[in-house]
Nanobody, 118 residues
Framework: QVRLVESGGGLVQPGGSLRLSCAAS????????MGWYRQAPGNQRELVAS???????TYADFVKGRFTISIDNAKHTVYLQMNSVKPEDTAVYYC????????????WGQGTQVTVSS
């Protein structure tokens, strides 16, 4: 059974930094793609970034140059380093995973709240 547990959310000031972690169990990183989605109130869930076990990454345009996704295969953990955060980054951030051959993201964490406010 796949289990994804996020941590690291909280309140941060505009321009500040935050690192989210996703501890994964029951999943083989080598055959899956890991990602981070976010959902703000009243908005649809949107993909922030994704990464493979080899370190190949993709980013949404709205976070390029500010956020970095990384993976620690030994610790079975995925990270999202958030720098230069903006109020519009406020959302619930979800860790997610899907098999490489799948179009649909199949596993989700419970989410962690990130609030950017002064």
């Amino acid at each position: 059974q796949v289990r994804l547990v996020e941590s690291g959310g909280g309140l941060v000031q505009p321009g500040g930094s935050l690192r989210l972690s996703c501890a994964a169990s029951g999943i083989v990183f080598e055959t899956n793609i890991m990602g981070w989605y976010r959902q703000a109130p009243g908005n649809q869930r949107e993909l922030v970034a994704s990464i493979t076990s080899l370190g190949d990454t993709t980013y949404a345009d709205f976070v390029k140059g500010r956020f970095t996704i990384s993976i620690d295969n030994a610790k079975h953990t995925v990270y999202l380093q958030m720098n230069s955060v903006k109020p519009e980054d406020t959302a619930v951030y979800y860790c997610t995973a899907k098999p490489r051959i799948s179009i649909r993201w199949t596993s989700w964490g419970q989410g962690t709240q990130v609030t950017v406010s002064s």
